[in-house]
């Protein structure tokens, strides 16, 4: 998946139907039996989306927003609005992210519906809840300290950086399981689960063949890149080759001509497309990574600014640049790209082979 393709000629392939998303109480049917909603969040990427599939007599909701007042809020205005009288079955939730996860709990009290999620992210969710202790805080620190981040920046990054993860509200206690290869039926159509890791270790999406639909949760976004990031309670994990081995499968299942409903930015066309400008978007970095190492050995930390460039960070923005630059340092060192450095600080260093 290494081979470059011309921008121009691949962007041309893409098709956008929906440029203009749904405003704050407003609903789009994208198709027969399918509404777009979209709910504000509080960060640089400031929206996600949330589907309704109709479901025989109701409706199966697929995410749930973010955990926070101002979402429900807009979730009130959609069930008094567009929503209204809509009786809701299920809501089936993709991974574990906030903005994904946050108001699961709330739904499921609001409307006593079934509660779907792959077993890997339920149980994720129930970590990050839970993960405060004094050990998980240390395990995180040295990670930081490890990668060459210096004690102020770990210091924000442990604070402003990783409260992100705790936004939700309290889980459901029970679940309904949904596997990779699952086929599901809601209302007339008939889905396949796939999951897919390297953004959430077991993302969910939803394809209907019948109808070349598929819902691609934050696996295979529109116009930007899905982070992907390695973290301190799995700290060697090849992240990105995980992602890289999910998008290869996606792009082989995938009819050229799906109609992709992304977590994140609009509805589109040429999926195959858009997959190879993600892996090539990879592979650029990996490249740079490679350049800035080959006379001297760098850190992760050196080399954040080396790929991040062209943006200015928070702490909120640094843990996920730190997190996705690390993801891209694992994958090239399971491919030998990069070797750890000899270092008596015990700080990592790498240097191109």
């Given at each position: 998946m290494h081979s470059k393709t011309?921008?121009?000629?691949?962007?041309?392939?893409?098709?956008?139907?929906?440029?203009?998303?749904?405003?704050?109480?407003?609903?789009?049917?994208?198709?027969?039996?399918?509404?777009?909603?979209?709910?504000?969040l509080p960060f640089r990427l400031n929206h996600v989306n949330i589907y309704l599939l109709e479901d025989g007599e109701g409706w199966t909701i697929v995410d749930a927003g973010f955990g926070n007042d101002e979402s429900i809020a807009a979730w009130e205005a959609l069930f008094a609005g567009p929503l209204k009288g809509m009786k809701i079955n299920g809501l089936i939730v993709t991974h574990s992210h906030p903005d994904h996860v946050g108001l699961a709990?709330?739904?499921?009290?609001?409307?006593?519906?079934?509660?779907?999620?792959?077993?890997?992210?339920?149980?994720?969710?129930?970590?990050?809840?839970?993960?405060?202790?004094?050990?998980?805080?240390?395990?995180?620190?040295?990670?930081?300290?490890?990668?060459?981040?210096?004690?102020?920046?770990?210091?924000?990054l442990m604070?402003?950086?990783?409260?992100?993860?705790?936004?939700?509200?309290p889980l459901p206690a029970a679940y309904k399981r949904l596997s990779d290869g699952q086929q599901i039926r809601i209302g007339k159509r008939e889905f396949t689960v796939l999951t897919g890791g390297g953004h959430a270790p077991e993302q969910l999406m939803l394809y209907c063949a019948a109808e070349k639909l598929f819902l691609s949760a934050d696996q295979v976004l529109s116009k930007i890149?899905?982070?992907?990031?390695?973290w301190a309670h799995e700290p060697d994990a090849n992240a990105l080759g995980t992602y890289l081995n999910s998008l290869q499968r996606l792009s082989d299942l995938l009819p050229a001509d799906a109609l992709v409903l992304p977590g994140h930015g609009?509805?589109?066309?040429?999926?195959?497309?858009?997959?190879?400008?993600?892996?090539?978007?990879?592979?650029?970095?990996?490249?740079?990574?490679?350049?800035?190492?080959?006379?001297?050995?760098?850190?992760?930390?050196?080399?954040?600014?080396?790929?991040?460039?062209?943006?200015?960070?928070?702490?909120?923005?640094?843990?996920?640049a730190a997190g996705e630059l690390i993801a891209h340092v694992n994958h090239m060192l399971a491919e030998g790209r990069l070797a750890v450095a000899a270092s008596a600080d015990g700080i990592l260093r790498f240097a191109t082979t």
């Amino acid at each position: 998946m290494h081979s470059k393709t011309d921008p121009s000629q691949l962007a041309a392939e893409l098709r956008y139907p929906w440029e203009t998303p749904p405003g704050t109480g407003e609903a789009i049917e994208i198709a027969p039996g399918v509404l777009w909603v979209r709910l504000k969040l509080p960060f640089r990427l400031n929206h996600v989306n949330i589907y309704l599939l109709e479901d025989g007599e109701g409706w199966t909701i697929v995410d749930a927003g973010f955990g926070n007042d101002e979402s429900i809020a807009a979730w009130e205005a959609l069930f008094a609005g567009p929503l209204k009288g809509m009786k809701i079955n299920g809501l089936i939730v993709t991974h574990s992210h906030p903005d994904h996860v946050g108001l699961a709990g709330w739904l499921v009290e609001r409307f006593g519906c079934a509660f779907y999620m792959t077993q890997v992210e339920y149980l994720q969710t129930i970590y990050h809840q839970n993960r405060g202790t004094d050990e998980r805080r240390e395990n995180s620190r040295q990670f930081f300290l490890r990668h060459g981040m210096d004690q102020d920046l770990t210091k924000a990054l442990m604070s402003r950086g990783q409260d992100y993860l705790k936004r939700t509200a309290p889980l459901p206690a029970a679940y309904k399981r949904l596997s990779d290869g699952q086929q599901i039926r809601i209302g007339k159509r008939e889905f396949t689960v796939l999951t897919g890791g390297g953004h959430a270790p077991e993302q969910l999406m939803l394809y209907c063949a019948a109808e070349k639909l598929f819902l691609s949760a934050d696996q295979v976004l529109s116009k930007i890149s899905p982070n992907v990031s390695v973290w301190a309670h799995e700290p060697d994990a090849n992240a990105l080759g995980t992602y890289l081995n999910s998008l290869q499968r996606l792009s082989d299942l995938l009819p050229a001509d799906a109609l992709v409903l992304p977590g994140h930015g609009v509805p589109f066309y040429g999926v195959k497309t858009r997959i190879k400008q993600l892996a090539d978007h990879h592979e650029e970095r990996c490249q740079m990574i490679a350049d800035a190492c080959r006379e001297t050995p760098k850190t992760s930390a050196q080399l954040v600014p080396v790929v991040f460039y062209k943006h200015t960070l928070d702490a909120h923005q640094t843990g996920f640049a730190a997190g996705e630059l690390i993801a891209h340092v694992n994958h090239m060192l399971a491919e030998g790209r990069l070797a750890v450095a000899a270092s008596a600080d015990g700080i990592l260093r790498f240097a191109t082979t």
